[in-house]
């Protein structure tokens, strides 16, 4: 009998014939080819085409980080993934690949294969924005926060949703990369030498560590909704109107996908995750002489809060409690999550540039370039955790960060 504790490209086929739920998906008897892509921290990804056309994308966690083997790392987060998955499914099944299959005993999930789509990092990288993705993604964070928060979900069903999708171990890594190492000397850190002085002087600020300190505690104690927990511009796929190789009738498309940090926490990470993301895209875009497409880029916060906003709205004359839950709550609620969105923006900025996992926009730049948008990162980070409180616009507050990323990049 075959072993499938690590599938290998040798090992796919025989593995995609012992799994029943995956016999209408594709054909095992007639795999064509089998191609490893993971290319994250965490896991193995293999896209599976049959002789007919027909494909899969299985992703096997393993037990350790990929690019580091001797820091170990649960596999049932893949069991996280696949709730999440599910319920987000559920809510909102245009915005999410369609899962066919979870083998909990291997951790394998079958997933649906969107190679016709890229990642949008990638993309922002290469210069194209695909401005659309920033109003799906909005919509799909409004729809799965309301329909797994206690607005769409008997209350009774909430909690045993906030017990199944309990995930310590990978929550616990954000608690310690993204609230508290960039704070501290670690050995995940590292940073350009000419950006050690930025570095200490974020250290320094007493404001800025008391904002990351009650964002951390509150990422750590809020149950709002099955967040995402992870979704940065790499955990996005998207595909333009009429496709991207050949022309064809296909509608543009937005997934988010990679849900394996994912757990009841607050709404506001998720979009704060994505809102840090474009700061980055937009430094990059900055250093590499190209301002109006930093604007451009730093116009997306305001589209992802709009249409997050449009759609909690719509979605809020159907919550199951309406006798304490009047207008005024919506509006408490919305500003909540915006607040949050701001400060988790903000950390998820800082600790791309200072700590582990950091994000290719910024690190493939060569250093003269790097060290001012490392720079500018920090800067626009720092100012949007402390500003936030007088500024309750989203697009003010990224325009302000446009501002500071102007102001610190290194002069061409
Ligand atoms: C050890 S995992 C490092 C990072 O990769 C993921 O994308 C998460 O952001 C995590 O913090
Ligand atoms: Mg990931």
Same mark, same amino acid.
């Given at each position: 009998m075959t072993d499938f504790t690590q599938l290998t490209a040798d090992t796919v086929a025989a593995y995609l014939a012992s799994r029943r739920a995956l016999a209408a998906v594709i054909d095992a008897d007639r795999i064509a080819s089998v191609r490893e892509v993971g290319d994250g921290n965490l896991n193995l990804v293999f896209i599976v085409e049959d002789a007919g056309g027909a494909s899969v994308v299985l992703k096997q966690s393993l037990p350790h980080v990929r690019t580091d083997p001797s820091w170990p790392m649960t596999r049932e987060r893949s069991a996280r993934e696949a709730t999440v998955l599910g319920e987000h499914q559920r809510a909102d099944a245009e915005h999410v690949p369609a899962l066919y299959d979870f083998d909990h005993e291997h951790y394998v999930l079958a997933i649906e294969n969107l190679s016709d789509h890229r990642v949008w990092r990638n993309e922002l990288n290469a210069g194209? &924005?695909?401005?659309?993705a920033a109003d799906a993604i909005g919509a799909y964070v409004a729809r799965t926060a309301f329909a797994t928060s206690p607005l769409g979900l008997d209350p009774l069903e909430h909690k045993a949703l906030v017990a199944r999708a309990v995930n310590p171990e990978l929550a616990q890594i954000t608690e310690d990369l993204v609230f508290t190492e960039p704070y501290i000397d670690h050995p995940h850190n590292a940073v350009l030498p000419a950006n050690e002085p930025d570095v200490a002087a974020l250290r320094a600020d007493r404001a800025l560590r008391r904002e990351m300190g009650l964002a951390k505690f509150r990422f750590m104690t809020t149950a709002q909704s099955l967040i995402h927990g992870d979704l940065h511009t790499g955990s996005v796929f998207v595909r333009p109107a009429g496709g991207f190789e050949k022309a064809t009738d296909a509608p543009a498309s937005v997934r988010a996908f990679?849900?394996?940090?994912?757990? &009841?926490?607050?709404?506001g990470f998720d979009l704060g995750a994505l809102w840090a993301n474009l700061i980055l895209a937009a430094a990059r875009a900055e250093a590499l002489g190209e301002p109006d497409r930093a604007e451009l880029v730093l116009s997306l916060p305001g589209r992802l809060w709009g249409a997050f906003e449009r759609e909690y709205r719509a979605l809020w004359?159907?919550?199951?409690?309406p006798r304490v839950w009047g207008d005024e709550v919506l509006e408490h609620l919305l500003a909540g999550i915006r607040d949050d969105a701001a400060v988790f923006a903000a950390a998820k900025a800082i600790r791309r540039i200072v700590g582990f996992a950091k994000a290719s926009d910024i690190e493939t730049l060569p250093p003269a370039e790097r060290e001012g948008a490392a720079r500018g990162v920090l800067q626009a980070g720092r100012s949007l955790a402390l500003t936030r409180h007088g500024i309750a616009d989203v697009e003010a507050l990224a325009a302000e960060s446009l501002a500071t990323l102007r102001a610190t990049g290194t002069p061409r």
């Amino acid at each position: 009998m075959t072993d499938f504790t690590q599938l290998t490209a040798d090992t796919v086929a025989a593995y995609l014939a012992s799994r029943r739920a995956l016999a209408a998906v594709i054909d095992a008897d007639r795999i064509a080819s089998v191609r490893e892509v993971g290319d994250g921290n965490l896991n193995l990804v293999f896209i599976v085409e049959d002789a007919g056309g027909a494909s899969v994308v299985l992703k096997q966690s393993l037990p350790h980080v990929r690019t580091d083997p001797s820091w170990p790392m649960t596999r049932e987060r893949s069991a996280r993934e696949a709730t999440v998955l599910g319920e987000h499914q559920r809510a909102d099944a245009e915005h999410v690949p369609a899962l066919y299959d979870f083998d909990h005993e291997h951790y394998v999930l079958a997933i649906e294969n969107l190679s016709d789509h890229r990642v949008w990092r990638n993309e922002l990288n290469a210069g194209r &924005v695909h401005e659309y993705a920033a109003d799906a993604i909005g919509a799909y964070v409004a729809r799965t926060a309301f329909a797994t928060s206690p607005l769409g979900l008997d209350p009774l069903e909430h909690k045993a949703l906030v017990a199944r999708a309990v995930n310590p171990e990978l929550a616990q890594i954000t608690e310690d990369l993204v609230f508290t190492e960039p704070y501290i000397d670690h050995p995940h850190n590292a940073v350009l030498p000419a950006n050690e002085p930025d570095v200490a002087a974020l250290r320094a600020d007493r404001a800025l560590r008391r904002e990351m300190g009650l964002a951390k505690f509150r990422f750590m104690t809020t149950a709002q909704s099955l967040i995402h927990g992870d979704l940065h511009t790499g955990s996005v796929f998207v595909r333009p109107a009429g496709g991207f190789e050949k022309a064809t009738d296909a509608p543009a498309s937005v997934r988010a996908f990679d849900s394996e940090f994912g757990f &009841v926490g607050p709404t506001g990470f998720d979009l704060g995750a994505l809102w840090a993301n474009l700061i980055l895209a937009a430094a990059r875009a900055e250093a590499l002489g190209e301002p109006d497409r930093a604007e451009l880029v730093l116009s997306l916060p305001g589209r992802l809060w709009g249409a997050f906003e449009r759609e909690y709205r719509a979605l809020w004359p159907e919550r199951l409690d309406p006798r304490v839950w009047g207008d005024e709550v919506l509006e408490h609620l919305l500003a909540g999550i915006r607040d949050d969105a701001a400060v988790f923006a903000a950390a998820k900025a800082i600790r791309r540039i200072v700590g582990f996992a950091k994000a290719s926009d910024i690190e493939t730049l060569p250093p003269a370039e790097r060290e001012g948008a490392a720079r500018g990162v920090l800067q626009a980070g720092r100012s949007l955790a402390l500003t936030r409180h007088g500024i309750a616009d989203v697009e003010a507050l990224a325009a302000e960060s446009l501002a500071t990323l102007r102001a610190t990049g290194t002069p061409r």
